[in-house]
């Protein structure tokens, strides 16, 4: 494991080849990046621009597939997709455990509530976190915080009652007031070497209000003082030049006008469903199909077909319920349906038309039948992984090939995946509560977000998993042969002197 190597008066040394001794990671989750990048041009995030994008570079970026809060952090801390850290969504289902551990915890799962502690536990051992690889690291207020050690994670024991009283007031703005705190805190320690630090407010209140409400656009602007604020003390110390500062949104959000209960339609078919928040009834034993529905624009359906335990795919599955994909279509609330087959191939339908879609570790196939179900234009049957991100990132779907296909090399994906379609949210629980606006599905709305650095970057094609070999490569630090992020620094520059 890498250490955070040390100087003379306690300080943070940099690897001998790094441009910053240091980096601070700012998730702004919940933002758009088009209206992110509106503001920006309108003048209305001057401290975003003066200390980060002018020094550096600004781009929208594709997040990954499901587009929520927790799966879509992983990607900037991990350098890879759901297929290799294994969170799969908010809420999912893991067959081999449901099918042979009746007591487990581990059967399923929701990260809300007191489930928002087992994401450490959850995110797969084979992937190491930017906490881990470069130390010491603090965490404030994310989801995933292995390798900070519990000293180190602001708000683990806060966050429960925080976000009850949330709850009660509606308003997020003072609790991220008090994070900035720990912040500004972890910015004066000179050892740090790396720190995440959480905005949560624009996704709160955009779930409440809208995305494009006044109380929204107030969140950017808080944001933007705050980081203000943070170059001020940096300055002050003499670290603002020795810091890279880095800037991403896990997701976007669109608009919602009308819910369609995903579970409840499956429980309507005859089915036994286990959902939550329904989870604890008498479905805990006995199901014979799951719904696990996140960021309410996407959900995962597990179906039993001829066993939970049975090694079946996601069609074989299907058969056993025939009708299944051709009456969710005909629903307007969804948008587009994907399964995995036997060969390994993801099969994409929607009332556009069908696809199959092949994962390569360098390449994606991609053959249409008849009409594209994303109504992409023409495109190659064949293109390398960055090729399939430059030709889709303009459409509506951006980077939906890689996307949709890679979230099927994970365990815990369902048989079927459903993305809603835009003013929809999936979730029965989301009606009740009135959220205006949901995200988690395939569409630009939720899936394009921003990402900028203090730091010049190949902005041409950016997914967030490109972080995290960025970050690394300007601490000096090795790039893990196996992530699916690539690192976007094509130059780098002296360190500055102290």
Same mark, same amino acid.
């Given at each position: 494991?890498l250490?955070?190597?040390?100087?003379?008066?306690?300080?943070?040394?940099?690897?001998?080849?790094a441009?910053?001794?240091r980096?601070?990671?700012?998730?702004?989750d919940?933002a758009?990046?088009?209206?992110?990048?509106?503001l920006l041009?309108?003048?209305e995030l001057?401290?975003?621009a003066?200390?980060?994008?002018?020094?550096g570079?600004h781009?929208t970026?594709?997040t990954?597939?499901?587009?929520?809060?927790?799966?879509?952090?992983?990607p900037?801390?991990?350098?890879?997709?759901p297929?290799?850290?294994?969170?799969?969504?908010?809420?999912?289902l893991?067959?081999k455990?449901?099918?042979?551990?009746n007591l487990?915890?581990s059967?399923?799962r929701?990260?809300?509530g007191l489930?928002h502690?087992?994401?450490?536990?959850?995110?797969?051992?084979d992937?190491?976190t930017l906490?881990?690889?470069?130390?010491p690291?603090?965490n404030?207020?994310?989801?995933i915080s292995?390798?900070?050690?519990?000293?180190?994670?602001?708000f683990?024991l806060r966050r429960v009652?925080w976000?009850?009283?949330?709850?009660?007031?509606?308003d997020?703005?003072p609790?991220d007031e008090?994070?900035n705190?720990?912040?500004y805190?972890?910015?004066?320690?000179?050892?740090?070497?790396f720190?995440?630090?959480t905005?949560l407010q624009?996704?709160?209140h955009s779930h409440?209000?809208g !995305?494009?409400?006044?109380r929204v656009?107030?969140?950017?602007?808080?944001?933007?003082q705050?980081v203000?604020?943070?170059a001020?003390?940096?300055s002050d110390?003499g670290?603002?030049?020795?810091?890279?500062?880095?800037l991403g949104?896990?997701h976007?959000?669109?608009?919602?006008?009308?819910?369609?209960?995903l579970a409840?339609?499956?429980?309507?078919?005859?089915l036994?469903?286990?959902?939550?928040?329904?989870a604890?009834?008498?479905?805990?034993?006995?199901?014979e199909?799951?719904?696990?529905?996140?960021?309410n624009?996407?959900?995962?359906?597990?179906?039993?077909?001829a066993?939970?335990?049975?090694?079946?795919?996601?069609?074989?599955?299907l058969?056993?319920?025939?009708?299944?994909v051709?009456?969710?279509?005909?629903e307007?609330a969804v948008?587009?349906?994907a399964?995995?087959r036997a060969?390994q191939?993801v099969?994409?339908?929607s009332r556009?038309?069908?696809?199959?879609v092949r994962?390569?570790d360098?390449?994606?196939?991609?053959?249409?039948?008849?009409?594209?179900p994303?109504?992409?234009?023409?495109?190659?049957e064949?293109?390398?992984?960055?090729?399939?991100?430059k030709?889709?990132?303009e459409?509506?779907? !951006?980077d939906?090939?890689?996307?949709?296909?890679q979230?099927?090399g994970a365990?815990r994906t369902?048989d079927?995946?459903?993305?809603?379609?835009?003013?929809?949210?999936?979730?029965?629980?989301?009606?009740?509560?009135s959220?205006r606006?949901?995200?988690?599905?395939?569409h630009?709305?939720?899936?394009?977000?921003?990402v900028?650095?203090n730091?010049r970057?190949?902005?041409?094609?950016?997914?967030t998993?490109d972080?995290c !070999?960025s970050?690394?490569t300007?601490?000096?630090e090795?790039?893990?042969?196996c992530?699916?992020?690539?690192s976007?620094i094509?130059q780098?520059? !002296?360190?500055?002197?102290s």
């Amino acid at each position: 494991m890498l250490r955070g190597r040390m100087a003379g008066g306690g300080r943070a040394q940099a690897a001998p080849d790094a441009a910053y001794d240091r980096a601070i990671f700012l998730m702004l989750d919940g933002a758009r990046g088009d209206l992110f990048a509106d503001l920006l041009r309108a003048g209305e995030l001057p401290q975003v621009a003066r200390h980060i994008v002018e020094p550096g570079a600004h781009a929208t970026a594709t997040t990954v597939f499901p587009s929520v809060t927790g799966v879509a952090y992983a990607p900037y801390l991990t350098g890879c997709f759901p297929q290799r850290t294994n969170l799969t969504g908010v809420r999912w289902l893991d067959r081999k455990k449901y099918a042979r551990r009746n007591l487990s915890a581990s059967r399923f799962r929701s990260y809300a509530g007191l489930g928002h502690y087992m994401w450490d536990r959850d995110l797969s051992t084979d992937v190491r976190t930017l906490f881990e690889l470069v130390r010491p690291s603090s965490n404030i207020f994310g989801t995933i915080s292995r390798g900070t050690g519990l000293h180190r994670n602001s708000f683990y024991l806060r966050r429960v009652p925080w976000a009850l009283k949330f709850h009660l007031t509606g308003d997020w703005a003072p609790i991220d007031e008090r994070s900035n705190t720990h912040l500004y805190r972890a910015a004066g320690r000179p050892r740090e070497r790396f720190t995440f630090h959480t905005t949560l407010q624009i996704d709160e209140h955009s779930h409440h209000d809208g !995305p494009f409400s006044p109380r929204v656009r107030e969140g950017y602007r808080r944001f933007d003082q705050m980081v203000g604020e943070l170059a001020r003390r940096l300055s002050d110390k003499g670290r603002l030049e020795r810091t890279l500062l880095v800037l991403g949104s896990d997701h976007g959000h669109g608009e919602v006008h009308a819910h369609f209960d995903l579970a409840a339609w499956v429980a309507a078919r005859g089915l036994a469903t286990l959902s939550y928040p329904k989870a604890f009834g008498r479905r805990w034993f006995s199901s014979e199909a799951a719904v696990m529905v996140g960021g309410n624009g996407m959900g995962q359906i597990y179906l039993r077909g001829a066993g939970w335990a049975a090694d079946e795919s996601g069609e074989e599955r299907l058969a056993h319920t025939p009708g299944l994909v051709d009456d969710l279509l005909a629903e307007p609330a969804v948008d587009l349906c994907a399964w995995g087959r036997a060969d390994q191939a993801v099969e994409v339908r929607s009332r556009r038309g069908a696809a199959t879609v092949r994962l390569f570790d360098d390449r994606v196939e991609y053959r249409v039948h008849g009409s594209d179900p994303f109504g992409y234009g023409p495109l190659p049957e064949r293109l390398d992984r960055r090729a399939a991100l430059k030709e889709t990132q303009e459409t509506n779907y !951006p980077d939906g090939l890689v996307q949709v296909a890679q979230l099927f090399g994970a365990a815990r994906t369902g048989d079927l995946l459903i993305s809603a379609a835009r003013g929809y949210d999936l979730g029965g629980d989301a009606g009740r509560r009135s959220f205006r606006s949901g995200h988690g599905s395939l569409h630009r709305d939720h899936m394009a977000v921003p990402v900028a650095m203090n730091h010049r970057f190949d902005t041409t094609a950016v997914r967030t998993v490109d972080l995290c !070999p960025s970050i690394l490569t300007l601490l000096g630090e090795p790039v893990l042969p196996c992530l699916d992020g690539e690192s976007l620094i094509t130059q780098r520059r !002296p360190l500055p002197s102290s």
